[in-house]
């Protein structure tokens, strides 16, 4: 993977959820965990990578922070969220979880031999996709996809 335009920048995302308690349980479930510093009755830090965050926040104080309306996730996509996993295993597990917690399956699994993947919506309607890459084989992969490509005319 090429090297970080920004080493050291963090990123966090944040995103409206109905019921707080309910989407940190709905996670956790799916082995994520919460930076108590940043976690409260309004907001939870959900911890994703060294340098990447997920904000779970109140409806109320989304809109605190939202200068538009806020969309219902369930009948409108703004965004798709995704996450790695080490292994094409773990990303069956962890979608497996999402739906034993309550989410639903987006999609089927989606298998491009050095990618693998599935996506499940979360009890706020939100699309969520666990991946798996083997890195190695990803560039190759990406330029045979390329030659195959037809030029318009």
């Known amino acids: 993977m090429a090297a970080p335009a920004h080493p050291g920048r963090m990123l966090f995302v944040n995103i409206p959820v109905a019921d707080l308690e309910r989407s940190k349980a709905f996670f956790s479930k ?10 409260d009755e309004n907001a939870a830090c959900m911890l994703v990578g ?3 965050f997920v904000m779970l926040l109140g409806r109320e104080t989304f809109a605190q922070f939202a200068k538009l309306p806020i969309a219902n996730p369930t009948t409108h996509t703004l965004a798709l969220y995704c996450f790695s996993v080490v292994t094409r ?23 491009h031999g050095f990618m693998y993947s599935r996506s499940f919506f979360d009890l706020d309607g939100h699309g969520w996709q666990v991946m798996w890459m083997d890195q190695a084989a990803a560039p190759q992969a990406v330029a045979d996809s390329r030659r195959d490509v037809v030029a318009p005319a």
């Open 50 to 52: 060294e340098q990447a």
């Open 89 to 111: 295993d773990e990303v069956d597990a962890v979608s497996a979880a999402a739906l034993a917690a309550g989410g639903t399956e987006a999609d089927g699994a989606e298998d």
């Open 30 to 39: 799916l082995g994520f965990s919460f930076d108590p510093a940043f976690t």
